[in-house]
């Protein structure tokens, strides 16, 4: 079951070229394609005539091609050309979706269309991906064969971190997640969540970190010009989440004792679309407050091996899980666990107006 009435990424602008790309959203085959005049369009993958796919035809001008009998597509679906015959059957439509363009991205709208006008589920916390004043943008878009429920729980579930992220994100210091108090504030040792309908804010603070999570240290070292950083730090962490699948990191790391404003940050951006029940599509991007360019190609390796590490035990994970929810099987809970059901509860909220709307 997907949520259908809200906003998903669908692709990265550049990946939208001469061709069209054939992508599947909710169990749906799309084709996205972009005309001569750079208009952006999203249409059902399956031609009228002989249900072919058009994402194996051509864009012709303002046009979609079918690649089979050459049949015409305008960007709202409806066939405005049948070659060798004047007349174009007037049943010769397909669905078209709604798209539009934010934060970097090109965003698709599967649901009611009547709803589509309404642009306020495209989280406003992913602003930092196109502020002029971040450095870097490091892409990332990687296929998993997982719902994107278990990578929602995954992002939410930093105790992980520790297990499987030891030499980047993961250190005792994670452990402070399942120190969980309802609250906005930075708490040293401590974690302070909030929700609303739709979303979920938590902090923690780890103060005068001898050890940790290296990954912060480096984010200090290479903001201070250095190899190494030996001595503490002082780490904060804000991670925000907005149904059903987008979550923000933005990490600050400073020399400990040193004010918030003199950290360094990190922000990364986390969106799942699901493709069907068991697979998903994973947008990632990286922005920092510090630096150049020039690190951008550690932090692309560092991204690649992270994803490498996540991307084998959730298709191994949903491999046990099978082809049903995880919790209709009555899986057992951890106290880390609690933010990760809030945010399913929500989404299963969600689901459930829509359904009955
Ligand atoms: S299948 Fe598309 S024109 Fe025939
Ligand atoms: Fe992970």
Wanted: charged content about 20%.
């Amino acid at each position: 079951m997907y949520i259908s009435n809200t906003w998903y990424i669908a692709a990265e602008p550049q990946e939208l070229g001469e061709r069209p790309l054939a992508r599947t959203f909710l169990g749906k085959p799309v084709v996205l394609f972009k005309t001569q005049s750079g208009r952006i369009a999203a249409l059902d993958d399956r031609c009228p005539h002989r249900f072919a796919p058009l994402s194996l035809g051509r864009v012709i001008g303002e046009h979609l091609r079918c690649g089979y009998h050459g049949a015409e597509f305008d960007c709202a679906g409806a066939c405005v050309a049948v070659p060798g015959q004047s007349i174009v059957p007037p049943k010769a439509k397909i669905t078209s979706y709604p798209l539009v363009q934010k934060h970097g991205y090109i965003w698709i709208w599967l649901g009611d269309p009547r709803e589509a006008a309404d642009h306020s589920t495209i989280p406003d916390f992913l602003y930092r991906s196109d502020h002029p004043g971040w450095d870097g943008g490091y892409g990332h878009f990687e296929s998993i064969r997982a719902n994107f429920n278990l990578i929602n729980d995954n992002l939410f579930d930093i105790t992980h971190a520790e297990y499987v992220h030891p030499e980047s994100f993961g250190g005792e210091e994670m452990r402070i997640y399942r120190n969980a108090k309802p609250g906005t504030e930075y708490v040293d040792g401590q974690m302070t969540w909030v929700s609303t309908e739709r979303g979920i804010v938590f902090r923690m603070r780890s103060l005068n970190m001898q050890s940790g999570g290296p990954f912060y240290r480096w984010m200090v070292a290479t903001s201070l010009g250095r190899d190494s950083y030996p001595d503490p730090i002082d780490l904060d962490m804000e991670v925000s989440w907005a149904a059903p699948s987008f979550t923000s990191f933005l990490l600050n790391s400073r020399p400990a004792g040193k004010p918030r404003e003199a950290g360094a940050e990190v922000c990364n951006m986390h969106a799942i679309t699901p493709e069907t029940e068991s697979s998903s599509h994973y947008f990632y991007r990286s922005v920092k407050n510090y630096g150049d360019s020039s690190l951008a190609a550690v932090f692309v390796a560092g991204v690649k091996a992270i994803f490498d590490q996540d991307k084998p035990l959730l298709e191994a994970q949903q491999g046990r899980v099978g082809a049903v929810d995880l919790f209709s099987q009555q899986p057992v809970s951890f106290g880390g666990d609690m933010l990760q059901q809030r945010a399913r509860k929500i989404n299963r909220t969600l689901l459930e107006r829509e359904n009955q709307g």
